[in-house]
């Protein structure tokens, strides 16, 4: 028996609930009982109280009688790991009753890089990356390295295997040291010091409840969603004391392991380990926790990761940029026969990186050939939109947009570090045949620098554009005989189907029914599966008897009908990762929708956070609905309802974002090219009277519509 670490924990519970006690009769004594309590930006309070017990706190009073109880009911010396357990749950709630005095007043305690607590869109942001195993697990690192070079290599490694990062004490200040990149940017989260640790519980157990619907103080549920689909583990660096010692049996609790590099009496097998080389903590840390991951070797000098996704290169930083309107670039996948392609070959036409000064700027075509026998022209596409995220995995490459308006950087350290263009090609050669084995059979890469070649090759590329524009366009929910399923979010919402049709994208925003057809193509027992459209009950609504019958046997049997072109009836579920939110404002006849990205007040009176935290977990909610953003733009948005004229109110960044086709959806449902300027946004404001007066004004047809109701 591991007595001596069980002790310690029992230890550290009661500094950390005495200090919490300390802490709250201070902020009491100086604020008033009355003060209200709450993180920023969440719906679900104070996460760790919400899902382990599920109390309701609004002001620093509510919180007197949990401490009191925890103190009673956790804190004891039971030396069992059962003990050790309960103790460290009540570190837990120690540690949230102490951080969350610290927002009193909307105070925001952290100064950059430190995050402090992690706000529900940082969570939904990464929802789907954790999801598809993109991101395969969380690591969270706490204490202090044996040396800052240490420290960062221990990073990089985690980084090239795509693990998502949360940070505590002195390690932050060894990465910083050595110029480490941290941040939300980097799904690297430096929290912060010591309670801060509980920021990372904080995020997992909001996990719980809102992608997997369990609900508030389902202790029980939660520990076992932790347990079963929450993939982290705790690493304990440098000299620990009491208190972390409990929460890190806190950790136990939720089923995360913890591995320590300082030695220690006796270990908990499986659960409290001892791992001093940092050459093998970071496996033995994955195989602990039962992470598997795809092993791709991409032969290039730089790191490739999600990590590196959100990494920006400014102008002043780059070696060399292409693309952005300051050069011609295009980037275009071409689906070859197979003895037009030579398997894995790499091609520069054109000057390579090393015939070129600091600071140029060139052309660039990226061209790549696929050969598969089960490939299909449909996917090219799909094969293409990759590109931008393969290069975007590489540390210091940088690239946005796509086709020809590509723009690409690559700065000054991957340039010293070796990187060249033709590591373009390897990394999409590695990245093609890995996620796509079963389409891919071979791939060729040419890079084009040279400004003539450029030239002649975009035009082969904008005529493939267009073409496959042409048949976009012609591809709608009534061209085709079956939509797909997306079960993929079901690792984190068990009862959770979104349905595919050509004219309405997952609402994640990043699964089109061409994605999904590719997908099931990929992998015929994966997540996209074909619903054939049969038994037609009602058009208008978009509801099938297939798709109702798919539905309900893919999630568990809670959900009976769907109906695809309401928000009102039947609509469909969320999962959590949603890119936005709609909501019914009645007073308006009509509807709101807001972003992840809109952190402000919206119309029906609650933020993106709070409006999310009521509709996720894969349950319906007629009058609001998670959706992708391209939605919007869909001829079969909400049709049954009055379609885009119920729009009222939508932030202007989405207004921005969605202009062009918006204006041209405006146009054919007969509302007119200004129709835009007659949604009210945040510059309009958030009541409802005074939108409804802005709407008056403006003549808004949804004000005639008939009753939504
Ligand atoms: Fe998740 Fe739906 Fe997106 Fe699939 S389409 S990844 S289920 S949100
Ligand atoms: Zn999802």
């Not at 076992?224 to 010692?245: K, M, P, S």
Request: aromatic share 10%.
């Amino acid at each position: 028996m591991a007595n001596h670490l069980y002790k310690q924990a029992f230890d550290g519970a009661v500094i950390a609930t005495s200090y919490a006690e300390i802490l709250l009769n201070q902020a009491i004594k100086e604020h008033g009982e009355d003060t209200p309590v709450c993180y920023p930006d969440t719906a679900y309070k104070l996460p760790v109280i919400t899902a382990l017990s599920g109390e309701d706190v609004k002001t620093l009073k509510d919180l007197v009688p949990i401490l009191n109880r925890i103190r009673v009911t956790n804190v004891k010396e039971d030396l069992t790991l059962e003990g050790a357990k309960t103790n460290g749950e009540a570190a837990f709630y120690a540690a949230e009753i102490i951080e969350a005095l610290r927002y009193l007043k909307g105070q925001n305690p952290h100064v950059k890089p430190w995050t402090g607590f992690l706000a529900d869109p940082v969570l939904r942001k990464f929802g789907i990356q954790l999801v598809d195993f993109t991101i395969p697990g969380v690591a969270v690192i706490i204490g202090k390295a044996k040396d800052s070079k240490a420290a960062a290599r221990l990073i990089k490694e985690l980084q090239s295997k795509g693990i998502m990062l949360m940070l505590c004490n002195e390690i932050i200040e060894q990465l910083l040291e050595e110029n480490v990149k941290l941040g939300i940017d980097y799904i690297a989260f430096p929290l912060g010091n010591f309670t801060q640790a509980i920021h990372a519980v904080n995020f997992a157990l909001r996990g719980g409840l809102a992608f997997g619907g369990i609900t508030p103080g389902n202790k029980a549920a939660q520990l076992e969603y932790q347990r079963n689909r929450v993939r982290a583990f705790v690493l304990a660096l440098g000299e620990q004391d009491e208190v972390r010692i409990a929460a890190e049996f806190g950790a136990i609790m939720l089923g995360f392991p913890v591995i320590t590099d300082q030695p220690i009496a006796e270990e908990v097998p499986d659960w409290y380990v001892y791992q001093p080389d940092y050459e093998k903590i970071v496996p033995y840390s994955l195989e602990l926790r039962g992470i598997k991951l795809k092993i791709v070797d991409i032969n290039v000098p730089i790191t490739i990761g999600p990590a590196f996704e959100g990494e920006t290169v400014r102008g002043a930083d780059a070696y060399v940029e292409f693309g952005g309107g300051r050069t011609t670039a295009f980037e275009l996948v071409k689906m070859v026969g197979p003895d037009e392609i030579e398997d894995g070959k790499i091609t520069v036409v054109g000057p390579e990186i090393d015939d070129i000064e600091e600071g140029s700027k060139l052309p660039l075509g990226i061209y790549v050939k696929i050969y598969g026998r089960k490939m299909q022209p449909d996917f090219e596409g799909v094969l293409e939109r990759r590109v931008h995220y393969f290069v975007n995995y590489g540390e210091g490459l940088w690239h946005v947009a796509q086709r020809d308006i590509a723009w690409v950087r690559i700065n000054k350290d991957a340039h010293a570090k070796g990187f060249k263009f033709r590591h373009f090609g390897e990394i999409l050669i590695a990245k093609y045949k890995s996620e796509f084995p079963a389409i891919v059979d071979r791939v060729e890469v040419i890079i084009y620098t040279d400004k003539e070649q450029v030239e002649e090759r975009i035009k082969e590329a904008r005529a493939a554009y267009h073409q496959r524009d042409e048949r976009l366009r012609g591809l709608t929910d009534e061209s085709v005989d079956v939509f797909y399923s997306c079960t993929l979010c079901q690792s984190f919402a068990p009862n959770h189907v979104c349905v595919v049709a050509p004219e309405r994208v997952g609402l994640c925003g990043a699964v089109s029914w061409l994605d999904a057809k590719a997908s099931f193509e990929i992998t015929p027992t994966g997540p996209n599966q074909p619903i054939k459209k049969e038994g037609t009950i009602d058009e208008n609504k978009g509801i099938w008897r297939s798709v109702n019958e798919f539905v309900y046997n893919s999630s568990n049997r809670t959900l009976e009908e769907v109906a695809l072109y309401t928000l009102m009836e039947l609509p469909m579920t969320s999962c959590g990762c949603f890119e936005a939110i709609m909501a019914m404002v009645p007073e308006a006849n009509g509807l709101m929708i807001t972003t992840r990205e809109h952190s402000g007040m919206t119309p029906c009176g609650m933020t993106f956070s709070t409006l999310a935290g009521s509709v996720g977990g894969g349950v319906q909610s007629p009058g609001f609905m998670g959706i992708g953003k391209r939605y919007i733009v869909s001829k079969k948005f909400i049709k049954a309802d009055g379609g885009l004229g119920r729009i009222i109110w939508m932030p202007k960044d989405l207004k921005d974002f969605l202009r062009e086709d918006f204006i041209k959806r405006s146009v054919e449902e007969g509302l007119g090219e200004d129709f835009i300027d007659k949604v009210a946004d945040e510059s309009v404001g958030t009541d409802t009277e005074q939108i409804l007066s802005f709407l008056e004004e403006k003549g808004h047809p949804a004000l005639t519509m008939d009753p939504l109701f």
